[in-house]
């Protein structure tokens, strides 16, 4: 976390959430979640989970979802997933959607027969002498 009235300066990564209510400028790497509170105030690229965006960000974000709330301001380019913009909530630059992962899908024909690899059981075999 950075606090209001704090300024950060540099390029962060990091495996856990990262909560911004001070200004910072840099690159941010996060495998967890990152948010921008309403006094936060962030310039550069964001590479995240998840973006919150309460405050200001300027710059470039890749992530699997973006929401920008009433209060949140972003201007750059995206990429995401998921964009979610409240009412109030502000968006200007270029957006790119990511491909949702698919799952993989079998043909009814494949289904059946694997299926049928199976060898049933013939009770009446056994019966016969």
């Known amino acids: 976390m950075v606090a209001a ?3 950060l300066i540099g390029d962060v990564k990091l ?3 990262f909560h911004l209510d001070g200004v910072m400028e840099g690159k941010l790497n ?3 979640d990152v948010t921008i509170g309403s006094s ?3 310039t550069g690229d964001v590479s995240a989970k998840r973006v919150l965006v309460s405050g200001i960000l300027d710059g470039k974000v890749d992530a699997d979802r973006l929401e920008i709330v009433a209060s949140g301001q972003v201007s750059g380019e995206i990429k995401v997933r998921e964009l979610v913009i ?3 909530g502000q968006f200007i630059g270029a957006s790119q959607v990511k491909k949702h992962d698919t799952p993989q899908l079998r043909s009814v024909e ?3 027969a694997v299926a049928t690899d ?3 059981s013939n009770d009446w075999e056994n019966k016969t002498a």
């Open 15 to 17: 495996s856990d959430n």
């Open 86 to 88: 409240e009412s109030g």
């Open 110 to 112: 494949e289904s059946s």
């Open 30 to 32: 996060s495998e967890g």
């Open 40 to 42: 936060g105030r962030y």
């Open 118 to 120: 199976a060898k049933p």
């Open 5 to 7: 009235g704090t300024t």
